[in-house]
C-alpha cells in the first residue's frame, strides 16, 4: 500500500509541473509581451530538468564505508566516509544521502551529522563523512545509505536505499591496574606480591599439551614425537595464582562500570603474567576457563562488548548453581554493583573450603557506600570474604583498598 502511495505521489507531482508548464505557456501566448514570455522562458528550464529527471533511471554503481579501524574501546571517536558511485554523469541539482545507523550509534553525539546535503551537479563520484563521540560499548551494524535527489523546485523525487552491511565493534573502556596476587595458599603470610607470577621450573610434575604463553623451553620434545603433537612441561606452581571471575550480569544503571572494571581486572591479571578464567550469566551462561595469553585475553574482550544485563537471577543464585566452584582450587573475584546478604553468605561458604574471594562493589564516580553496605562489609571480613568498594574512574584504587584493609 505504501509502494501504491508513493507511485501516486510521484505521478501526481509529474502532472502538476505539466500542469505549470502549459498555463505559463497559455498566459504567454494569450497576454503576450515581454513579461509573461520572460516568466514562460524563466520557468522552462526548471520544467524540462524535472521532466528529464522523471525519466532519469536512478541507479547507484556501488557504495563503499571507509573506517580508520574496525575495533574500537568505547568512548572513542568513529570517523566514517561514504564514497558512492553513480553509472552516468546526469547533472543532479542536489543529493541528500543518509547514512542508517543502529540505534546505539544514531544516540551518539554526532560532531558531522550522518545525513548530509550534497550538490555533485556532474559528478559521477561522491564522497562525504561524518563523526561520531563516543562510541557505546557493542558489536555495531551499518545497514544501508539512503540517497535522495530531486529538482529545485521540489516536484519530481526520488529515493534509493543501497544495501551496504559493515560491522563494527566496541571493546569496553578499561583502566590500566596493577595487579597483586592477594594471598598465598601454599606459603604463610598475606603480601602482596610486585613480582610476575613465576611456576617452580626445576620439578616438572607431568605433561600437558601446548597452550599459548607457554615457553619454548617447556616444550618436552620426546613426548612431542611420540604423540606428534607439541606437549609440554606441567611444573608445580608454588602458589596458586588462577583468578576467576564472576561477573554480575542483572539490570542494573552501573551495569557498564562493572562491564568496564572487569575488562580492567582481566587485563590486568594476564599481564602479571596469571591465568584468568570468566563466567557470566545474562540472556545465556557464557564461561571462559582458566587460562593466560593475548588470545585468550581477546575472546573474553570480545563477550564482554556484547554481554547485556539480561540477567533474570542475582548474583547469588548464579554462585549457587555452580556446582564446580567447590572444587575450584583458584582465588575468586565477584564483580557487581549490588551488595546482599545472600550474596555474602554464599561467598563464604566457598571462603570456608577451598580459597580466597573478594567482592568488588562498583560504584559511581562520587558515591558513597550505604550504612547498609558498610554492616554488610563487616559481617563479609569477619566470614573471611574481602569486599572493596570501587568507583567508577578510580578502579586502580581498587587493589591498593585490598591492601590497607
Not at 504567454?28 to 532519469?56: D, H, K, N, R, T
Not at 555533485?120 to 551499518?142: A, I, M, T
Not at 536505499?161 to 601454599?186: C, G, M, Q
Request: proline content about 3%; overall charge positive; aromatic content about 12%.
Amino acid at each position: 500500500m505504501k509502494k501504491v502511495l508513493t507511485v501516486v505521489k510521484n505521478l501526481w507531482k509529474l502532472f502538476s509541473l505539466l500542469f505549470l508548464t502549459v498555463i505559463t505557456f497559455s498566459y504567454a501566448m494569450f497576454q503576450g509581451g515581454f513579461v509573461s514570455w520572460f516568466l514562460f522562458y524563466s520557468f522552462l528550464p526548471f520544467a524540462i530538468y524535472g521532466i528529464a529527471l522523471s525519466i532519469y533511471p536512478f541507479k547507484i554503481q556501488s557504495v563503499e564505508r571507509v573506517f580508520l579501524k574496525t575495533d574500537y574501546n568505547a568512548g572513542e571517536k568513529l570517523l566514517v566516509a561514504v564514497k558512492l558511485r553513480r553509472f552516468s554523469s546526469f547533472p543532479l541539482f542536489y543529493m541528500l544521502m543518509d547514512d542508517q545507523l543502529s540505534e546505539p550509534l544514531s544516540f551518539c553525539k554526532q560532531k558531522k551529522r550522518s545525513k548530509s546535503l550534497l550538490f555533485p551537479h556532474f559528478q559521477k563520484e561522491v564522497l562525504f563523512d561524518y563523526e561520531l563521540e563516543e562510541l557505546p560499548r557493542g558489536e555495531h551494524v551499518f545497514n544501508g545509505v539512503t540517497v535522495k535527489i530531486g529538482d529545485p523546485l521540489g516536484l519530481v523525487e526520488k529515493q534509493r536505499t543501497i544495501p551496504s552491511n559493515d560491522k563494527i565493534i566496541v571493546y569496553p573502556a578499561y583502566e590500566e591496574l596493577i595487579y597483586r596476587p592477594l594471598e598465598n595458599h601454599y606459603d604463610q603470610g598475606m603480601t602482596a606480591s610486585k613480582e610476575r607470577v613465576q611456576r617452580d621450573t626445576t620439578m616438572a610434575i607431568g605433561l600437558r599439551e601446548y597452550q599459548p604463553g607457554d615457553r619454548f623451553s617447556w616444550i618436552n620434545w620426546k613426548a612431542t614425537a611420540k604423540r606428534n603433537d607439541i606437549m609440554t612441561k606441567e611444573f608445580e606452581q608454588r602458589q596458586s595464582h588462577d583468578v576467576l571471575i564472576i561477573m554480575d550480569c542483572a539490570p542494573e544503571k552501573r551495569f557498564e562500570a562493572v562491564v568496564s572494571f572487569t575488562a580492567s581486572i582481566t587485563r590486568a591479571i594476564l599481564r602479571k603474567g596469571a591465568q584468568v578464567g570468566l563466567l557470566s550469566s545474562s540472556a545465556e551462561r557464557a564461561s571462559f576457563q582458566i587460562r593466560s595469553g593475548e588470545a585468550h585475553q581477546q575472546q573474553i574482550f570480545y563477550h564482554l562488548a556484547k554481554v547485556k544485563d539480561q540477567s533474570t537471577v542475582t548474583l547469588d543464585k548464579v554462585i549457587q548453581a555452580e556446582n564446580f566452584l567447590a572444587q575450584q582450587n583458584t582465588s575468586l573475584m565477584l564483580i557487581t554493583s549490588q551488595l546482599t546478604k545472600a550474596l555474602i553468605e554464599k561467598a563464604s561458604f566457598f571462603a570456608s573450603r577451598k580459597g580466597s574471594v573478594t567482592i568488588f562493589t562498583i560504584k559511581n564516580e562520587k558515591e558513597s557506600p550505604t550504612q547498609n553496605e558498610i554492616s554488610l562489609r563487616a559481617s563479609a571480613n569477619a566470614r573471611g570474604v574481602r569486599v572493596v568498594f570501587v568507583h567508577d574512574g578510580h578502579f586502580s584504587d581498587a587493589f591498593s583498598e585490598v591492601n590497607r584493609g
